[in-house]
C-alpha cells in the first residue's frame, strides 16, 4: 500500500484544487442550478480535471480498481474490514469513466485516508 499512498496523496492534491473550482460558484447570485452548471462547466474545462483524468487514465487497471476498493472501504467503513478489501477490489468496476467517478465523491479524500489507516493499522 505504501506505493498507493504517494499516488493517493498526490490524486488528492489534484481534488482539492479542483473541488475549488466547483465550490467558487456557490456564493455567487445565481440560482443554485445555475451555480452549478457554471461550476460544472469550469471544472470540464480546467486544467485540475485533465491532471486527474491524465494520472487515473494511466493507472494498471488493476491500481485503479484498488483506488476504487479503497474508497469503498473508507466511504462505508460501518459495513466494511480490511478483509473486504479483496472482495471489494475484485468486484470494482473501472474503465473510462473511473476517474469522474472517483471525483465525484465529495469526501474522497476522507474516504482514502480512513480506508489507508485500516489496511495498515
Known amino acids: ?26 456564493g455567487t447570485s445565481m440560482d443554485h442550478e445555475e451555480a452549478l452548471e457554471a461550476a460544472a462547466i469550469d471544472y470540464m474545462v480546467s486544467d485540475e480535471h ?5 494520472i487515473i487514465d494511466n493507472l494498471d487497471g488493476e491500481v485503479c480498481r484498488e483506488l476504487v476498493a479503497l474508497m469503498l472501504l ?37 474516504y482514502w485516508r480512513v480506508a489507508l489507516k485500516m489496511m495498515d493499522p
Open 1 to 26: 500500500m505504501k506505493g498507493h499512498k504517494e499516488t493517493i496523496e498526490a490524486l488528492i492534491v489534484v481534488y482539492d484544487n479542483g473541488k475549488r473550482i466547483l465550490e467558487k460558484e456557490k
Open 74 to 110: 473508507g466511504r462505508e467503513q460501518d459495513k466494511y474490514s480490511a478483509a473486504d478489501f479483496d472482495l471489494l477490489k475484485n468486484g470494482a468496476r473501472t474503465g473510462a469513466e473511473t476517474a469522474d467517478y472517483l471525483f465525484g465523491q465529495k469526501r474522497l479524500p476522507e
Open 50 to 54: 485533465k491532471q486527474f483524468r491524465s
